[in-house]
């Protein structure tokens, strides 16, 4: 079926929004080599300045759903875009300031600027859009898009430019975005109109805030939240150490690159990464589409068991060779961003229309902000453990996640449903 015209006003503008929270997101580690010397600090120091960046990415989910559901998602994507793209400049004038701590800030805006988009954009796709799982199988696409182009450009950019110019030009796209969404016209609710009590303007304050939340953790969202960090432990455990995993791997030693591409040591393990993005592309497109046939929870279950047995096969794979190694990882990319779509689409089946955008905000504080935790889980184990350990760990985030989703499968949803029936007759009585 095709997207009518209000479909396709909104795919269009959180398409642009997703690709550009990601091309943001992955061209800042670029830099970070690049500011060691610069400036002429420790790694300890610019981790940290980097982390300033990313704390807020996950931690800002909330109150970015929470504003969402106030302002309307339009406006908070707007507001994300225009941050985003204001915090590169300020990232480019630091080198005028020539200090690491502007190069913080700029950082911070960013981070708190990109934490709007997520549950503004979702909640939009949720509430707009008809054919939801469409829109979000392509809006899927558009962040891997983001994912793979913008290391590549700003790597390529950096070899010719200076950084502060390359932190410059890579804002443009943001700009452009902003110029773009003023002029986007759509209905934010037509898919959800009859089902919408509150306005967008209405207040939302803290004790409505407390009672909203308590009444989603007191329905089946509780078992998707839960669900949603597993899968973000996994997500973030994997993209994260995946490169330096791949780095010096027996399978990949005769593989040999370009003269011109390896002056600059870049290893071809990157390119195997980056080729598992760009599989994640088709992943979010089937999964999307998939959304629309398979129930949430039932699809979720299998893809948990399939991301489950990819980390228990990683290690002994590996050792097959090259050609089992690339698939492995082809279907790792394929099945880690399909997963994505299901997720999303639970969320909007659990939860009621009028509290999308905070739901969507506690969705990515689990995804992004909770799941980071992996990152130290992870780094631990591969330091102390060693590689096997580390996946077996990640297969026993996938485990959880599918134990969650059968249930939900099995309908464990309705227990909520009959609790919050009886304490509705509770109340009345």
């Not at 989603?216 to 669900?227: D, E, M, N, P, W």
């Not at 999964?287 to 929870?297: C, E």
């Not at 994505?340 to 995804?367: C, I, K, M």
Request: one cysteine or more; a negative charge; aromatic letters at 12%.
């Amino acid at each position: 079926m095709s997207l009518d015209s209000n479909d396709r006003s909104i795919a269009g503008f959180t398409m642009a929004g997703h690709a550009l929270v990601h091309w943001f997101e992955t061209s800042i580690p670029i830099f970070l080599v690049v500011w060691l010397a610069e400036f002429d600090v420790s790694v300890t120091l610019v981790g940290f300045v980097v982390a300033l960046g990313y704390a807020p990415f996950g931690i800002g989910a909330l109150p970015g759903g929470v504003l969402a559901d106030r302002y309307g998602p339009k406006r908070l994507i707007l507001l994300c875009l225009l941050g985003m793209s204001l915090a590169f400049v300020t990232l480019a004038a630091a080198s005028i300031l020539e200090s690491i701590y502007a190069v913080a800030v700029g950082l911070l805006l960013w981070g708190v600027a990109a934490s709007i988009y997520h549950p503004a954009g979702l909640a939009l796709i949720s509430t707009g859009v008809e054919e939801r799982g469409t829109v979000f199988a392509w809006h899927g696409i558009a962040g891997n898009f983001g994912i793979a182009l913008g290391p590549f450009v700003a790597a390529t950019l950096l070899i010719v430019l200076e950084w502060p110019v390359v932190a410059a030009l890579l804002a443009v796209p943001g700009f452009v975005a902003v110029a773009y969404g003023l002029s986007a016209n759509f209905d934010a609710t037509a898919a959800v109109a009859d089902d919408v009590d509150a306005g967008p303007d209405e207040a939302l304050s803290l004790p409505e805030f407390l009672a909203n939340s308590r009444a989603l953790f007191a329905s089946a969202f509780a078992i998707v939240f839960v669900l949603v960090t597993f899968e973000g432990l996994y997500y973030r455990g994997v993209l994260t150490y995946l490169p330096e995993i791949m780095t010096g791997l027996p399978a990949l030693e005769g593989l040999e690159l370009f003269p011109t591409l390896e002056q600059y040591d870049i290893d071809p393990g990157f390119y195997v990464y980056v080729g598992l993005l760009v599989v994640g592309m088709a992943g979010q497109y089937a999964g999307g589409k998939l959304t629309d046939r398979v129930p949430a929870a039932r699809g979720l279950a299998a893809l948990f068991a399939v991301l489950a047995a990819l980390a228990l096969a990683f290690v002994p794979v590996v050792d097959r060779g090259l050609g089992a190694l690339l698939a492995l990882c082809g279907v790792l990319g394929f099945v880690l961003f399909a997963i994505q779509p299901f997720y999303q689409n639970a969320v909007a089946v659990y939860t009621p229309a009028d509290s999308r955008g905070l739901s969507y905000g506690y969705t990515y504080l689990g995804e992004f902000g909770l799941g980071a935790t992996s990152i130290a889980i992870g780094g631990f184990l591969l330091g102390e453990a060693g590689l096997a350990t580390f996946f077996v760990a990640l297969a026993g985030f996938a485990l959880v996640g599918a134990t969650l989703s059968a249930a939900l499968a099995l309908g464990l949803d309705r227990l909520f449903d009959r609790t919050d029936a009886d304490s509705s007759a509770d109340a009345k009585a």
